[in-house]
Nanobody, 121 residues
Framework: QVQLVESGGGLVQAGGSLRLSCAVS????????AGWYRQVPGKQRELVAA????????NYADSVKGRFTISRDNAKNTVYLQMNSLKPEDTAVYYC??????????????WGQGTQVTVSS
């Protein structure tokens, strides 16, 4: 059983910063690619940022480029999303996603439960 637990969401004023964390735990060998998505009511979930297994490459949605940074600490099995210069349109539920090589040597796609980020104007 693999679990992803997000933390760090909350209410912040426009222009402020938040740092989201996603801790991955359970019966696994490694975390492959990982990413952060977000969703607002009535809209599809969208990719915000993604990072490769080694952390050497990342890609971002155009709307967050230059403001958000994804990173990972493989020793801690944790993925982060540093969000700066937040805007009201960044308000959403943020979900962590990871492709995990489980202890049974299968790769599965796992999701966290989501954390609410609210940016006030």
């Amino acid at each position: 059983q693999v679990q992803l637990v997000e933390s760090g969401g909350g209410l912040v004023q426009a222009g402020g910063s938040l740092r989201l964390s996603c801790a991955v735990s359970g019966s696994m060998f490694s975390i492959n690619a990982a990413g952060w998505y977000r969703q607002v009511p009535g809209k599809q979930r969208e990719l915000v940022a993604a990072i490769t297994s080694g952390g050497g490459s990342a890609n971002y949605a155009d709307s967050v480029k230059g403001r958000f940074t994804i990173s990972r600490d493989n020793a801690k099995n944790t993925v982060y999303l540093q969000m700066n210069s937040l805007k009201p349109e960044d308000t959403a539920v943020y979900y962590c996603n990871a492709v995990v090589l489980t202890s049974s040597l299968n790769k599965f796609d796992f999701w966290g439960q989501g954390t609410q980020v609210t940016v006030s104007s």
